[in-house]
Nanobody, 115 residues
Framework: QVHLVETGGGSVPPGGSVRLSCTASGSMFGFSDVGWYRQAPGKQRELVAKISNTWRAEYGESVKGRFTVFRDDAQKTIDLEMNNLKPEDTAVYYC?????????WGQGTQVTVTS
């Protein structure tokens, strides 16, 4: 069974940067699609960025050019580098893994962009 643990997040001023990291347990990480989603108060959960098991990356429109997602199959980690942060990036960020149509979610980490 897969378990995801996120680290990073916190409060950052507009224009700042933060890096989130997620570590997975269990096997089959290299065969999984992985990434990050977020949910702001009163809004639906949305895609931030993900990488398939064939290393194809996909980004949400609002973060393109500002965020970068990384995966390390040897370390079983999924990192999200977030630059030029905006107040509208404030949300709970969730690590995500999908394998054989089964999804696993992390517990979430808060990112607040405020001056």
């Amino acid at each position: 069974q897969v378990h995801l643990v996120e680290t990073g997040g916190g409060s950052v001023p507009p224009g700042g940067s933060v890096r989130l990291s997620c570590t997975a347990s269990g096997s089959m990480f290299g065969f999984s699609d992985v990434g990050w989603y977020r949910q702001a108060p009163g809004k639906q959960r949305e895609l931030v960025a993900k990488i398939s098991n064939t290393w194809r990356a996909e980004y949400g429109e609002s973060v393109k050019g500002r965020f970068t997602v990384f995966r390390d199959d040897a370390q079983k980690t999924i990192d999200l580098e977030m630059n030029n942060l905006k107040p509208e990036d404030t949300a709970v960020y969730y690590c995500w893994l999908a394998l054989r149509n089964k999804e696993t979610w992390g517990q979430g980490t808060q990112v607040t962009v405020t001056s």
